[in-house]
């Protein structure tokens, strides 16, 4: 099984030889198109996206990548888990 979430995250910036305190520009400029998945089910993101959606300028350790993206995971997350009556619901609002 690959790694999901902030897992996810942190092996493209181990992948990178990136070491912290990573600037988030210099990860978004070489992995903006890198695909992370949300979830066990393969629902992904670019890594561009999440970045953007968190808003962070910086990682200052593995620990704040977790505290900085958690948030933004478990909304897509939720969003990407509604139900067929919810995102019908949600397609005509």
Same mark, same amino acid.
């Given at each position: 099984?690959? $790694?999901?979430?902030?897992? %996810?995250?942190?092996?493209? !910036?181990?992948? +990178?030889?990136?070491?912290? @305190?990573? @600037?988030?520009? =210099?990860?978004?400029?070489? *992995? %903006?198109?890198?695909?992370?998945? !949300?979830? %066990?089910?393969?629902? +992904? ?5 999440? !970045?953007?959606? %968190?808003?962070?300028?910086?990682? $200052? ?5 977790? =505290?900085?993206?958690? @948030?933004?995971?478990? =909304? /897509?997350? +939720?969003?990407? *888990?509604? +139900? /067929? /009556?919810?995102? !019908?619901?949600? $397609?005509?609002?």
């Amino acid at each position: 099984m690959g $790694t999901h979430g902030t897992d %996810a995250v942190r092996r493209v !910036i181990e992948d +990178s030889d990136l070491e912290y @305190p990573v @600037p988030v520009d =210099r990860l978004v400029r070489e *992995h %903006a198109l890198v695909n992370v998945d !949300i979830d %066990a089910k393969g629902n +992904s993101i670019m890594l561009g996206e999440l !970045i953007n959606q %968190a808003g962070v300028n910086e990682f $200052t350790d593995e620990d704040d990548v977790d =505290r900085k993206l958690s @948030p933004v995971f478990e =909304r /897509l997350h +939720s969003e990407r *888990h509604t +139900s /067929l /009556l919810g995102r !019908i619901i949600r $397609t005509f609002t």
